[in-house]
């Protein structure tokens, strides 16, 4: 219990460390008090580390998964995002969750699902893929994470450009191919 609070400290290093210890204990007791403390603590950094350590330990469900992609902090979505790969075969509904995150105006959070939405190979994901090139694309770093997942999703990304008959870019087209 001691552990999990640490948590929650103000101090970077007992956090780190503390997460450390609980991941090599590998305590299965401690999963109840790390999804309270993901799911009631007022400290971001706390539920940071708390969903870290469940992932850590292996023991993320995917329903605490899919309230972290809810959570208040846009850090939170997106180490969420970024941990949603992990439950691509095992969870696909989770992609329902990281659809609407497309409208987020979280910088880091949005290059982070274009990179994670290549990880699915729902066709949804490849329109969510475009839906998110067309509101951002703007951004030179989401265009580039974008294309990055581009492959699986290439057919989506051109008809979305050809059906709104605009691009993010001069370039995107020729970007693509």
Known sequence: RGLVQVLTSPNGIQRDMAQQWIIER???GAVPELEKLLQNQASELGRLHALCTLDGLGKLRPEILADALKDTSPEIRRHAVRISESFVESSPWLLDVLIPLVKDSYPPLLQQLAYTLGEWSQTRAGMALAELVLLH???PYLLASAL???VPHLENLLASQSETGTSPSPTFESDLM
């Open 26 to 28: 590998n305590n299965p």
């Open 137 to 139: 694309g703007t951004d």
């Open 148 to 150: 990055s997942s581009a």
